[in-house]
């Protein structure tokens, strides 16, 4: 942050876009796993945020905050309970500075997409393919199926809606979880 400011004044939007995804039932999954989940996903967030803050939350200022989080977020999905618990987390703790920041002029919105085109994506096919012997185009369709469209989500999907919700058109838009999945939630 102090290198952001030093180069470019104040900061006025900020992304928290933390992300990482292990699977198991959950039955497997230690507290070391659960733990990591938790550590990236939403004390990353909690701390990007909490670091921009005043920054961002300027009286006047205009800001916007925008997490990055996950349709996994919005509803369960099996196998990724400390993932989906994780980014329902940053769904919270967007919601919470949504109502703190909003006397301030201060946006605080989630995007939450679905399978999204990212090397991610790309691990957790070959962690399917590994573990199921199916190949890599039958493990895409597993979870394509999830997308009412059919499809993965691109990157730049991911990033015009983040655009979006930090423009002056969107300065109504506050406390909210929009799921980028092709209909799914």
Known sequence: ??????????????????????????????????????DVNL?????????????????GGH????????TAGLKGYGYIAAYSASKHGVIGLMRTLAAELAPTGTTVNAVCPGYVETPLLEASLANITAK??????????TLQKNNPQGRFVTPQEVADTVLWLC???????????????????
């Open 132 to 141: 199921t012997g199916r190949g890599r185009d039958q493990a895409a369709a």
């Open 1 to 38: 942050m102090k290198a952001a400011r030093a180069a470019h004044g104040p900061i006025d939007i900020l992304i928290p876009n933390a992300g990482a995804a292990e699977s198991a039932p959950f039955a497997r999954i230690d507290l070391a796993h659960w733990q990591r989940m938790l």
């Open 43 to 59: 004390t990353g967030s909690f701390l990007t945020a909490r670091a921009a803050l005043p920054d961002v939350a300027r009286k």
């Open 63 to 70: 800001g916007r905050i925008v997490f990055v989080a996950s």
């Open 167 to 185: 423009t002056p058109g969107a300065q109504s838009i506050n406390g909210q979880a929009i799921s980028i999945s092709g209909g799914e939630v």
